[in-house]
């Protein structure tokens, strides 16, 4: 998701095509009528908690996030205003060194919480309050932990509740997946309030939001078993029909 200098990740290039795309609408539409800010945010969700990796007490024993139920997002966590990609990329490192990471047998760096980054843009003219051009979005960028074989990783202790965690969220996000590929009606119950993963991606997973999934797959036979579940899971995410026919990319 992030890579390093040699082979960029998913992140930083996207944060590098969005700045690219704010200067050169900025300089068409003229930089002393239309101003595009963009702020920041990164959020972890470790063992059912939202933590908030850009508070300054965020860390091994970072701060709680209580989650805003009418709204589907976290309330009172820090948005940092960027003004280039060097500001973003050094954003990035500081929550990438306060995110849960630990060695199990399968990964000596293994992830034990989800990542949500989240890249807010705002356009706004700044000589017209009242022009049409004020407009609003965000890009969310989710890095989820992989699931374990408990057999597999030798985890215990917390580890193990960490894991049960990562596995517990993951069963959700795929039953949501299957619920949106199944239904056929807009009334229909959806299960997003079943984990913390699954309700902040709820906006992501419904209305007028694109939304692209990357399934990352091990080619060894030994890992043949969660490549299989893994594809499985695309094939679903890849049905899902969101608003004017538009579907999941896989």
């Known amino acids: ?9 998913l992140i930083p290039r996207a944060v590098e095509k969005l700045f690219s795309a ?43 996030i209580k989650l805003k139920l009418s709204s589907n997002e976290a309330v009172g966590n820090v948005k940092v205003n ?12 500081l929550a990438q060194e306060r995110r849960c990471v630990k060695a199990t047998k399968s990964n000596a760096e293994s992830s034990r919480s989800h990542l949500l980054f989240t890249i ?47 596995n517990t969220s993951l069963s959700a996000l795929a039953l949501v997946i299957e619920k949106l590929q199944a239904k056929k ?3 229909e119950h959806i299960p997003f309030r079943d984990s913390k993963l699954t309700y902040l991606l709820r906006n992501s997973l419904g209305g007028d939001a694109k939304t692209l999934a990357i399934v990352c797959c091990s080619p060894h036979q030994a890992h043949f078993n969660e490549s299989l579940n893994s594809i499985r899971f695309a094939a679903k995410a890849s049905k899902v029909e969101l608003k004017d026919g538009n579907k999941v990319d896989v």
Do not use: W
Request: glycine share 8%; charged share 25%; hydrophobic share 30%.
């Open 1 to 9: 998701m992030i890579g390093d200098a040699q082979n960029r990740g």
């Open 22 to 64: 704010k200067r050169e609408f900025e300089q068409s539409q003229g930089v002393d009528n239309v101003s595009v800010s963009i702020r920041v945010e990164l959020l972890e969700i470790y063992n059912e908690e939202v933590r908030d990796l850009l508070d300054d007490n965020a860390g091994p024993d970072g701060q709680l």
């Open 82 to 93: 960027a003004q280039n990609e060097k500001e973003v990329a050094g954003i990035l490192q």
């Open 120 to 166: 807010h843009f705002d356009v706004s003219s700044t000589t017209d309050i009242s022009s049409s051009i004020n407009r609003s979005g965000c890009l969310h960028i989710i890095d989820l932990a992989g699931s374990e074989r408990l057999d597999k990783s030798g985890s215990h202790g917390a580890l193990l509740t960490e894991a049960k965690h990562i």
């Open 185 to 187: 009606s807009e009334s």
